[in-house]
């Protein structure tokens, strides 16, 4: 990165065009992927004689399962660029930026992999080889472990801003329930990925409850202010 010293005072706007760019490539690369496996799904079907309804079935799997990181993405995406409007912490908030586009453009290569193995099982029942079982448990688990990073790292940048000089009471307050609805989306991420894990329960399900949870006001941490 380029010294404050050399390019003279800075805010955190500078970086939303950036991440509107970085954030838009993630997402297109989810869109990118859905007809490679589409198409695989289809010669699976072909290759061993499985029915339209099967065809169907694992198709609409693929495309809720889009929707779903498509969403909490988006989620994702919102929660940054709001924090980023007005951030004192700039260099804090220099650092975390690129970790947070980095570790977000690691969601779709993962997310690929759980629709290749989801494909694989789906098709090929007890059939197929225990690897196939052992890789989409891994792939899903990669996919829950960085959105909970994700959400904790904005959890924790919110929580940083909350308490800087300077800030208004009204900015504490918004601040204050972006800390903790990032930090219950991370723990409600980390809940799901244990019980789909100890249920083995099949993808798309699990991360369209997270979807979900994205559309509502969703803060195990509000009673702290009530008591406050």
């Not at 339209?52 to 969403?71: D, K, M, P, Q, R």
């Not at 959105?147 to 601040?175: P, V």
């Not at 979807?211 to 969703?218: D, G, V």
Request: net charge neutral.
């Amino acid at each position: 990165m380029i010294p404050a010293r050399i390019t003279g005072h800075s805010t955190g706007e500078n970086w939303i065009g950036l991440i509107d760019a970085t954030y838009g490539i993630i997402l297109t690369l989810l869109v990118i992927e859905l007809p490679v496996i589409i198409l695989d799904n289809i010669k699976e079907c072909h290759d061993h004689s499985h029915s339209f309804s099967e065809l169907s079935i694992g198709i609409a799997a693929l495309l809720l399962g889009y929707f779903a990181v498509f969403t909490i993405l988006y989620d994702i995406w919102s929660y940054h660029k709001t924090l980023l409007r007005d951030a004192i912490q700039l260099k804090l908030f220099a650092i975390s930026t690129g970790w947070l586009m980095f570790i977000a453009s690691l969601v779709p290569p993962f997310y690929y992999l759980v629709n290749h193995f989801s494909v694989k099982l789906l098709l090929h029942y007890a059939s197929y080889p225990a690897l196939a079982e052992e890789g989409l448990i891994r792939s899903h688990t990669a996919v829950y472990i960085l959105i909970a990073l994700l959400y904790w790292i904005l959890a924790f940048l919110a929580r940083k801003e909350q308490f800087q000089r300077g800030q208004s009471t009204e900015k504490r307050t918004e601040l204050f329930r972006i800390t903790g609805t990032a930090m219950s989306k991370c723990i409600l991420t980390l809940l799901i990925m244990v019980i789909a894990n100890t249920w083995k329960i099949s993808p798309p399900i699990p991360t369209l409850l997270l979807a979900i949870s994205t559309y509502f006001y969703f803060n195990l941490f509000e009673f702290s202010r009530q008591k406050a």
